[in-house]
């Protein structure tokens, strides 16, 4: 069964601090996806990696960064939240053994207020 | 760039009735393509995925999408709707197997009895 687990389902933090959502997946796979969510925009790429130590900017990546120090945790970090990154967000990864379909952990609501 | 366009931002179908929801996409190349749903609160399912070969592939719950490369759509499609498949549903298409994917903004789907 594929996991892809997001420790933090619901966070409530104030304006400038330094905000970690952490990804794990258990099943040695290399690509690795953060989006966020929001009404009426759908998922909206932020970051990705193919691999450890690698990464790539999506479509919104301002205001993020992300780390893969390990294969398995893909983190992504507001460096200094701000009321507008609140938002749902949605970690995947790519499941080989199944064609290639994205999996999706079941998503961190962050508040910033 | 790929982009994909959800027309419609909400429909309302009676139970037992089918369901048509349009996707366009636009990618130069053949398109990687895939349905998610999501139900409230929820992380997202796959319903489908459209890689190559039998253009009409069939999903899980009962669904099913036609990709029609003339038309650039990838529509889902079900024959009779019951009440638990009122959810969001999102289009996506992507350039390769296991690479990011770009979602639209999503349709919501509501079920009358």
């Known amino acids: 069964d594929v996991k892809v687990t997001q420790s933090s389902r619901y966070l409530v933090k104030r304006t400038g601090e330094k905000v970690f959502l952490e990804c794990v997946q258990d099943?040695?796979?290399?690509?690795m996806f953060w989006y966020r969510q929001d009404p009426g925009l759908g998922l909206r790429l932020i970051y990705f990696?193919?691999?450890?130590?690698?990464?790539e900017k999506g479509d919104i990546p301002e205001g993020y960064s992300v780390s893969r120090e390990k294969k398995e945790r893909f983190s992504l970090i507001l460096e200094s939240a701000s009321t507008n990154q609140t938002s749902m967000y949605l970690c995947?990864?790519?499941?080989?053994?199944?064609?290639?379909?994205?999996?999706f952990g079941e998503g961190s609501w962050l508040t910033v207020v | 760039a790929q982009s994909v366009t959800q027309p419609d931002i909400h429909i309302t179908v009676s139970e037992g009735a089918s369901l048509e929801l349009r996707c366009n996409y636009s990618?130069?190349?053949?398109?990687?393509l895939f349905w998610y749903v999501q139900s409230p609160g929820q992380g997202l399912q796959l319903l489908l995925k459209?890689?190559?070969?039998?253009?009409l592939v069939q999903g899980i719950k009962g669904f099913e999408a036609e990709f029609k490369r003339s038309q650039s759509s990838f529509n889902l499609r079900k024959p009779s709707v019951h009440w638990s498949d009122a959810a969001e549903y999102f289009c996506?298409?992507?350039?390769?197997?296991?690479?990011?994917?770009?979602f639209g903004k999503g349709t919501t789907l509501s079920v009358s009895s």
């Open positions: 995947a990864t790519v499941h080989r053994e199944s064609g290639n379909t994205i999996y």
């Open positions: 099943m040695d796979h290399e690509n």
């Open positions: 990696s193919y691999d450890v130590k690698m990464k």
């Open positions: 990618y130069g190349a053949t398109p990687y």
């Open positions: 459209y890689f190559s070969g039998d253009t």
């Open positions: 996506a298409v992507a350039s390769g197997a296991g690479t990011a994917l770009i």
